[in-house]
């Protein structure tokens, strides 16, 4: 292997030349935001714009090229003044109907009290019931229970029988359309429980005022529950 000083050479070898690349001009420059604009003409301006309906405190301003003085601003809509032509008024009227012959009118939607009492349980034993909500639909308010007790609610009796051997807080199966309203369990005394956000309705074709629920006994003996629910009917069973 030769030398590393033989193989250096400070010309190009026979037949070889530098190439002559052609010289690039620079662009010509170009004015950043903030730096070329009237607006440094008189630091003191707040914009362009003419009055409008907005304070500084419901302006968000921004700033272009590091500058200390606002360059861009986004302006909300001003609020339409009362009285003004072209504006539309949207006034919600509630008209209570009244059966003829009645001396009186209903003012609104009223809850009530379903209560249920199950046959003698044994632990781990369930029993099945159509409860009669008088309503299509209906929203759960409250339930109390006089024993330790599972309750399932459903929308209809096929997915009520579908759901029956599902164990206790096991998740229900993603793949199916369960209809189930609401499953509580009440193991703690005192067996009560509140919703705030539940509405059921019923499934069947056509629609009627049930609910179908089911109940089993998670205490340690045998029990008759007895199962009180306050519901607010949404809707009539007609």
Request: charged share 10%; proline share 10%; aromatic share 6%.
């Amino acid at each position: 292997m030769p030398a590393l000083a033989d193989t250096l050479r400070s010309t190009s070898p026979a037949g070889y030349m530098p190439a002559e690349l052609p010289v690039l001009a620079l662009p010509s420059p170009i004015s950043l935001p903030g730096k070329e604009n009237s607006f440094l003409v008189n630091p003191w301006i707040r914009s362009p714009l003419p009055p409008i309906n907005a304070g500084p405190d419901t302006l968000r301003q921004f700033n272009d090229g590091n500058q200390s003085i606002p360059q861009r601003r986004l302006l909300p809509l001003p609020a339409p003044a009362l009285g003004s032509t072209g504006g539309t008024t949207v006034t919600n009227t509630v008209v209570t109907a009244a059966a003829s012959g009645s001396s009186s009118a209903s003012t609104g939607l009223t809850t009530v009290t379903l209560n249920y009492i199950s046959p003698l349980l044994v632990s781990g034993a369930a029993a099945t019931q159509a409860l009669n909500v008088s309503s299509k639909s209906y929203q759960l308010i409250s339930m109390k229970s006089n024993g330790a007790c599972e309750i399932r609610i459903y929308g209809s009796a096929v997915a009520q029988a579908a759901d029956f051997s599902r164990i206790a807080y096991d998740p229900l199966p993603a793949e199916l359309g369960n209809n189930l309203v609401t499953d509580v369990v009440l193991d703690t005394a005192p067996y009560v429980w509140n919703w705030q956000n539940r509405v059921g309705a019923n499934q069947d074709s056509p629609q009627a005022g049930i609910a179908y629920l089911t109940i089993f006994n998670t205490g340690s003996i045998p029990q008759a529950l007895q199962i009180s629910f306050v519901v607010l009917p949404l809707e009539s069973a007609s």
